[in-house]
């Protein structure tokens, strides 16, 4: 689990990080979380993006497009929200809360995408 506490790590430090967590999206369950605090409960946003996940995998299916996500971009006034599934594990993904005043969207997706690739569960 210390590689997913040092992802976890890496991820914060980029610049607007609010919150990241490793979700297991058939349970709902963070397996990780760094970051968030009593004005953003990480958990909750964790847990709460699993509906997402499971909602876009369903329209996968449903169009039969055999394709799989790359990463899922939320954007709301304050904020980015990034969702990353893991290509090693595909029930599991990566997700980020970005503060959108001080945050590099470019940059934090190519991150996010760099951190995935070497994550070992």
């Given at each position: 689990m210390s590689d997913v506490k040092r992802s976890l790590e890496e991820l914060m430090r980029l610049e607007g990080a609010v919150a990241v967590a490793l979700v297991d999206w058939s349970s709902g369950m963070a397996l990780g979380i760094a970051g968030g605090g009593s004005e953003f409960n990480a958990e909750v946003a964790a847990a709460g993006?699993?509906?997402?996940?499971?909602?876009?995998?369903?329209?996968?299916?449903?169009?039969?497009?055999?394709?799989?996500?790359?990463?899922?971009?939320?954007?709301?006034?304050?904020?980015?929200h990034l969702i990353r599934p893991l290509r090693s594990q595909p029930k599991l993904?990566?997700?980020?809360?970005?503060?959108?005043?001080?945050?590099?969207?470019?940059?934090?997706?190519?991150?996010?995408?760099?951190?995935?690739?070497?994550l070992i569960i």
């Open positions: 993006n699993t509906q997402v996940v499971r909602a876009k995998m369903q329209v996968i299916k449903n169009l039969q497009l055999n394709d799989t996500i790359e990463d899922i971009l939320i954007t709301l006034g304050k904020q980015y993904f990566l997700y980020i809360s970005l503060n959108r005043t001080n945050a590099n969207l470019a940059m934090a997706r190519y991150i996010l995408q760099q951190v995935e690739a070497k």
